[in-house]
């Protein structure tokens, strides 16, 4: 069964611009979460979205955002982008939700200039 | 709120011999979920093991083990036989359990960079 698999892999932006990620599941998993990973604040959770509604947010800006698809598919958004957005952007799937293990996607690296 | 602690930054082992990475963890919540995740330098994040923690037994995957200390809040992974390609990054994470699926939020520590030695 193939894994998490996101596009792109590297992303070079300037500040101001607006940014989508893609994050395709493991086959039946319907259950998307998103991290930031930054070498000062670690790994951080983003949102979390379930049956293409968001059921978790973590402490982070309105400048980010994100939906999911009727085929689990999920998208994350960033607008206005700053120097700091900079990071490795992981997505993780779960089969359900609650108690099953995250499996992770290989991230997406976004630059910011 | 939760949190997970990696107070060793850098850890080295000698290819064949064991390491143990340490991890504590802060919660208030009885029904929970801890895991090793591994990290090369590829990026890609690697489940290594999990423990849940209403069950006393200590996880076993292969050379990787757990020591599970709920009393303690302590969570340390034994690697045995270390092999080059085990070095990476590791991290702690932690997720608090809810039957209604309510909340799927890791919580990672730090991670500690584990390096083999040939």
């Known amino acids: 069964k193939a894994g998490v698999t996101q596009t792109p892999r590297y992303l070079i932006k300037t500040r101001g611009q607006q940014v989508t990620l893609s994050c395709s599941p493991i086959?039946?998993?319907?259950?998307v979460s998103w991290y930031q990973q930054t070498p000062g604040q670690g790994l951080q959770f983003l949102f979390e979205?379930?049956?293409?509604?968001?059921?978790n947010k973590g402490n982070f800006p309105g400048r980010f955002s994100g939906r999911q698809f009727s085929n689990s598919r999920s998208e994350m958004n960033v607008s206005t982008l700053e120097l700091g957005d900079s990071a490795l952007y992981l997505c993780?799937?779960?089969?359900?939700?609650?108690?099953?293990?995250?499996?992770f996607g290989p991230g997406t690296r976004l630059t910011v200039l | 709120a939760q949190t997970v602690t990696q107070s060793q930054p850098e850890m080295s082992v000698q290819e064949a011999e064991t390491v143990t990475l340490s991890c504590t963890y802060d919660t208030s919540e009885s029904d929970y979920y801890l895991f090793w995740y591994k990290q090369p330098p590829s990026r890609q994040m690697i489940l290594v093991i999990r423990?849940?923690?209403?069950?006393?037994q200590n996880a076993t995957e292969n050379r990787f083990s757990v020591n599970f200390q709920k009393a303690a809040k302590s969570f340390s992974l034994k690697i045995s036989d270390s092999q080059l390609g085990d070095a990476a990054m590791y991290f702690c994470?932690?997720?608090?359990?809810?039957?209604?699926?309510?909340?799927?939020?890791?919580?990672f520590g730090k991670g500690i960079t584990l390096s083999v030695r040939p």
């Open positions: 994470a932690y997720r608090r359990g809810d039957p209604t699926g309510a909340n799927s939020k890791l919580t």
């Open positions: 086959s039946g998993h319907r259950s």
């Open positions: 423990q849940e923690a209403y069950k006393q």
């Open positions: 993780a799937s779960s089969l359900v939700r609650g108690t099953d293990t995250q499996y």
């Open positions: 979205y379930f049956s293409e509604t968001q059921r």
